[in-house]
């Protein structure tokens, strides 16, 4: 199998804008792998715009390997065999949630080939009978049901196959479609079919090229010129196939990303001016002692460290949510020197918002401030005068990731500042 070639996280202007699949690594191990229509844009994009499972990881990454592909299938057949040969961390851990897609092949006479999911599942499961596993054979993981449906749908132009057991007497839907080998297939034939088949997913592409190519000067030799144009057909679709199949997203830059993301928060929200700052605030306590605030602040979308602030609450007493909620906002929007946010996020339900809401009303150049509440537990947004909540799932992918990821930096921010004073405070004591 290829080799990554690695180069430092700080040359990431080297990356090929080709398409091709990436590690990122530690010093040491490959902690994700990845795939792209276009290697340079992707692997910046983790960097730029790290989404909250990128956060997860990313300060550890210290080189980037790479491997060019000639194509978008090659990128994505690639992608599959070294994950399943390497097992990076970072990709296994979300094995489950993703449902990863396998290819399975049957051991009969005629194997049949279909889509399925976790093979490891279903081998734990006590209705499948053993017997019957064992006469499968699976190839994956692969990470994109989509595209590789796609892959398996152009794969079966070339190389015919079957899905279910006993094909009728009659055509059916699909060999119209020169998908379905028909009812009597010459069964060498058809058997040759599939290991090709299999092997072109297991990205051999090449040799079985060559193959192919070596059996259609064979049969022109020997005169069989009908068999040879068959295989001759089988050369060319396959090879333009590969080549032309385009299955990977382009790739957009954060910038790009950014005016997509506005949009849908200008309808979100209702704001007719343009979005530049979103900042977002987050209360950490231990039964309202020591009681902290913190601020976490996203120029474009992308965080901005130096406008993170946090702030010792001081009202003392009962620990109350919603109290000290109004009074980190007060304090941050009594900083008018600091430019103000078009939007606020602020962790929590209901009674937050409407303390967040009190602070403002006293700060008129804040009045205009979009204000939100999201409730963790259930990833929910709340609008101030809406009852009904509307769930981070709901929202077009590219805000539900801004959305978590501002949450995460949020709370990871709030975290750390609550530990350094507790530790603070333990080292004094003793
Ligand atoms: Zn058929």
Redesign the pocket.
């Known amino acids: 199998m290829e080799k990554f070639t690695y180069l430092s996280k700080t040359k990431l202007n080297d990356l090929p804008k080709a398409p091709g699949v990436y590690a990122l690594s530690s010093q040491k191990t490959v902690l994700y792998i990845g795939k792209a229509a276009n290697l340079k844009e992707r692997v910046k994009n983790h960097f730029m715009q790290p989404t909250y499972r990128d956060d997860l990881f990313i300060q550890d990454v210290k080189k980037i390997g790479y491997i060019k592909t000639e194509s978008d299938i090659d990128a994505l057949l690639l992608e599959s065999q070294l994950i399943k040969k390497q097992q990076p961390r970072y990709n296994v851990m979300w094995k489950d949630d993703k449902k990863y897609f396998y290819v399975a092949i049957t051991k009969e006479t005629l194997p049949r080939i279909f889509l399925t999911h976790q093979p490891a599942l279903q081998k734990q499961s006590l209705k499948t009978p053993k017997s019957r596993l064992e006469k499968i054979k699976y190839i994956g993981p692969f990470i994109e049901g989509k595209a590789i449906k796609q892959v398996l749908r152009l794969l079966r132009k070339v190389f015919p196959y079957?899905t279910a057991k006993n094909?009728g007497a009659l055509?059916?839907?699909?060999?119209h479609l020169n998908?379905?080998?028909?009812?009597t297939p010459n069964k060498e034939m058809y058997k040759k079919n599939i290991r090709n088949l299999v092997s072109v997913l297991k990205g051999k592409k090449t040799s079985v090229q060559k193959q192919l190519k070596k059996e259609m000067e064979s049969t022109a030799k020997s005169q069989d010129f009908e068999k040879a144009a068959e295989l001759r057909d089988q050369f060319l679709s396959l090879e333009s196939i590969i080549s032309h199949a385009r299955l990977l997203a382009p790739e957009v830059s954060p910038s790009v990303n950014w005016i997509i993301i506005e949009k849908d928060l200008k309808k979100l929200f209702s704001i007719k001016k343009r979005i530049t700052r979103i900042e977002a605030y987050d209360i950490s306590n231990i039964q309202g002692k020591e009681a902290t605030g913190s601020q976490v602040t996203f120029l474009k979308g992308i965080p901005a460290k130096e406008h993170y602030r946090n702030y010792k609450i001081h009202i003392t007493g009962k620990p109350n949510d919603f109290a000290m909620m109004e009074e980190l906002l007060l304090r941050r929007l009594l900083h008018k020197e600091w430019p103000y946010p078009q939007i606020i996020v602020i962790d929590g339900g209901k009674g937050q918002l409407t303390s967040a809401i009190n602070a403002t009303l006293n700060i008129s150049a804040a009045k205009k401030i979009k204000i939100v509440a999201l409730a963790k537990k259930q990833n929910e947004l709340f609008f101030p005068g809406k009852s009904k909540s509307v769930l981070l799932r709901d929202l077009p992918r590219p805000s539900e990731n801004l959305f978590l990821h501002i949450r995460d930096e949020a709370h990871r921010f709030a975290i750390t500042y609550h530990r350094l004073l507790h530790r603070k405070k333990v080292l004094k004591t003793n």
Do not use: N
């Not at 055509?171 to 060999?175: S, V």
């Open positions: 079957y094909h055509l059916c839907q699909y060999c998908l379905c080998p028909g009812p």
